[in-house]
């Protein structure tokens, strides 16, 4: 009698300590994605919006040739993200399969540091490495490669890709990591017992098996770039502009249903990802070990 | 075969060590460029070149220490409020039905573009007449943190067995009881965790707190803003001295998480 009151009670209890998490992230989180995307369709006023629907926001994308710097900033993203897939798979295996225990976890903790140092900072030290007088150009002259400074590592869209590389990188590793925990060493044994040789069982078993973590890193890693300014604006220069950049101006030229609209498509393409991710790669596997 | 497998486990050694050059070398060589006393972007020639000289001269700025605590404050607030909202989740989750729902609502903001969530949330805050302050750069940084501060928190509860709570409550603990002398030593790690998650993820935020801030800048946005401008070298001494806040940070939580795992070896 006395186990089953307790129990009522930690359950109220439980809902209680519910509410608050879930209020912060339902008002701040997800309240206001839906407003934008709805104010996306009013009228602009001259400091405001009016509820007045239409598509005018959409169309000044196309007509003004917005969605040129839209499809470049995707196209940047999307190949920052597939380079992080192609380093941080191997790294991710390699540290949860091959390395021994003890190394494993300091080289997990030396990928967690990034999280916690500066990214603006960690961004602007490249320009350090490939600036005109940079590490790079001094190490080619020093090695008798090169006699003047090359001048096209920094201030373009070569250097963007690298910071962003360096800046997400992280990113990529841990879901990998987690998904590839849950690939057991007899799964791998009994394929490489009947024979298969390494390279198809890798991709014939494992890749399949660690699906969720090579969606959910793909996300990060693809959302991420698409939500920082950065990298852009600091290794950039003046002549790469990114839809970031553009948000950024549209709304301090207060252009509040244009901002609202570009918006409203990088947030569709984030969701498509995510629903995809979801349903396809069964990304939600990932968190079962919380459970 | 053996001669094969030792050079593929080399070879991915070294790439594995190229990579993590590639992710820290830039800041370390920064941090020993910013001490080098001529305005040459140059490591110091010798030893006894080192010279703290542009880190003096950064603090004679007038903007610095305003912007140093605005993020201070930002960065407590959003630890003390980010622990308590993940707290809060791993008290209920183990009791919950609908647990894949709640986690996906909680790491949802995860996903959005960090310029997405700044943008939607400013003019929420415009529409409900709040004006940009430093608390506005708080609720945005703890919307930023929570994700992680939860997957933190749950993962140190997930090891919490109900058993021990059951235990407690039987002998005659109440909740609260039960929460300070069970759960809270049990999970403590995971909850500081969360807590370091909010300072230092806010304390190094950037464009959620460029949108939020208003006029009250914080030191990302400051730096930001030398970074963009001029080529001064102190510029360097503010960027090493930033890394080496965060590093000693990260650094004093080894050695309390080191001392958590050796303590709860003991006591098991």
Redesign the interface.
């Known amino acids: 009698m006395k186990?089953k009151i307790?129990k009522s009670?930690?359950?109220s209890?439980?809902?209680l300590?519910?509410l608050?998490?879930?209020l912060?992230?339902?008002i701040?989180?997800?309240?206001?994605?839906i407003?934008?995307i709805i104010?996306s369709f009013f009228e602009p006023t001259e400091y405001w919006i009016k509820p007045h629907l239409t598509i005018a926001a959409y169309l000044k994308f196309i007509t003004l040739g917005r969605y040129i710097t839209f499809v470049k900033t995707l196209r940047v993203s999307i190949t920052v993200t597939f380079l992080a897939l192609i380093?941080g798979y191997?790294?991710a295996y390699?540290?949860r399969k091959?390395v021994r225990e003890k190394f494993r976890n300091i080289?997990l903790?030396?990928?967690i540091?990034?999280?916690?140092?500066?990214?603006?900072?960690?961004v602007?030290?490249?320009r350090?490495?490939l600036?005109r007088?940079?590490?790079i150009n001094n190490v080619l002259i020093w090695m008798g490669l090169i006699s003047v400074p090359i001048e096209g590592l920094l201030f373009n869209e070569f250097a963007v890709h690298i910071g962003l590389l360096?800046s997400y990188?992280?990113f990529m590793i841990f879901p990998i990591v987690l998904s590839i925990e849950r690939v057991g060493d007899s799964t791998i044994e009994a394929s490489q017992d009947l024979g298969a040789p390494f390279f198809q069982t890798l991709i014939r078993v494992i890749i399949p098996l660690t699906k969720p973590g090579i969606f959910a890193g793909c996300?990060?890693v693809f959302?991420?770039s698409?939500?920082?300014?950065?990298e852009w604006?600091?290794l950039g220069g003046v002549s790469e502009f990114s839809t970031?950049q553009m948000?950024?101006s549209l709304?301090m030229a207060l252009k509040?249903p244009s901002?609202f609209a570009i918006?409203t498509l990088?947030?569709a393409i984030?969701i498509c990802a995510?629903l995809l991710g979801f349903k396809y790669a069964k990304m939600?596997k990932l968190?079962e070990?919380?459970? | 075969m053996k001669a094969g497998t030792a050079l593929m486990k080399l070879c991915l050694w070294t790439f594995l060590i190229l990579t993590i050059l590639f992710i820290f070398l830039p800041s370390f060589y920064l941090l020993v460029i910013s001490f080098e006393p001529s305005k040459l972007e140059r490591i110091p020639r010798n030893f006894s070149e080192f010279s703290i000289k542009w880190y003096i001269r950064l603090f004679q700025r007038e903007r610095l220490p305003g912007a140093i605590k605005q993020s201070i404050m930002v960065g407590l607030l959003t630890a003390v409020i980010t622990s308590f909202l993940s707290l809060f989740s791993g008290l209920s989750y183990r009791k919950l039905r609908v647990k894949s729902y709640f986690l996906g609502l909680l790491i949802f903001p995860m996903f959005v573009p960090g310029i997405i969530a700044a943008l939607s949330l400013s003019v929420f805050f415009k529409l409900i007449n709040i004006r940009s302050s430093i608390y506005t750069v708080v609720f945005g940084h703890v919307l930023y943190a929570l994700p992680y501060a939860t997957i933190v928190t749950l993962v140190s509860f997930s090891g919490l067995k109900e058993g021990v709570i059951e235990a407690a409550r039987d002998l005659g603990a109440n909740g609260f009881r039960a929460f300070k002398d069970i759960i809270f030593p049990l999970t403590r790690g995971g909850i500081f965790g969360g807590a370091l998650f909010g300072f230092l993820l806010s304390l190094n935020e950037f464009i959620r707190a460029y949108f939020l801030s208003g006029w009250q800048e914080t030191l990302s946005i400051y730096m930001f803003g030398q970074m963009k401008g001029g080529a001064d070298p102190s510029i360097y001494a503010l960027a090493g001295f930033i890394l080496s806040i965060s590093i000693l940070l990260v650094l004093i939580a080894v050695v309390y998480f080191s001392f958590i795992r050796h303590s709860s070896h003991s006591m098991s």
């Not at chain 1, 540091?113 to 960690?122: D, E, H, M, Q, T």
């Not at chain 1, 698409?226 to 950065?230: D, I, P």
């Open positions: 186990t307790g009670k930690g359950s209890l439980s809902f300590t519910l608050p998490p879930v912060f992230v339902i701040l989180g997800v309240l206001p994605l407003l934008i104010w380093i191997p790294i390699f540290i091959v080289l903790f030396i990928f540091i990034p999280f916690f140092l500066s990214y603006i900072v960690r602007f030290s490249l350090l490495i600036g007088y940079g590490v360096s990188l992280p996300i990060f959302v991420s698409l939500g920082t300014t950065v604006d600091l970031q948000l950024e709304m509040f901002a918006s990088i947030l984030t995510l939600g968190f070990t919380l459970e």
